[in-house]
């Protein structure tokens, strides 16, 4: 199994932007498909934004135009740009593998507040 362990989030004010990054703790160049995930305050957790290996990116319509997905799979990496962050944002950001989820990591929590 890879782990997956996420960094980046903070307090923001709306408007402002975040980088989350995901540090897999092994190769992901043979996982298809990486996504970015959220689940916010009394909410089911949700698939905002994946990216296949060839770099193709699909995104929640909620984020659409806001966020930016990337992956290094040289390094073992995902990011997540967030730019224009709303309210509805808030939430805790998890990274995992699409088809075949492996065990979830901590998250990292994006609170988006003035």
């Known amino acids: 199994q890879v782990q997956f362990v996420e960094s980046g989030g903070g307090l923001v004010q709306p408007g402002g932007s975040l980088r989350l990054s995901c540090a897999a703790s092994g190769s992901i160049t043979s996982i298809y498909v990486m996504g970015w995930y959220r689940q916010g305050p009394g909410k089911q957790r949700e698939l905002v934004a994946f990216i296949v290996t060839d770099t193709r990116t699909t995104y929640a319509d909620s984020v659409k135009g806001r966020l930016t997905i990337s992956r290094d799979n040289a390094k073992n990496m995902v990011y997540l740009q967030m730019n224009s962050l709303k309210p509805e944002d808030t939430a805790v950001y998890y990274c995992?593998?699409?088809?075949?989820?492996?065990?979830w990591g901590q998250g990292t929590q994006v609170t988006v507040s003035s």
């Open positions: 995992n593998a699409v088809t075949n989820p492996q065990t």
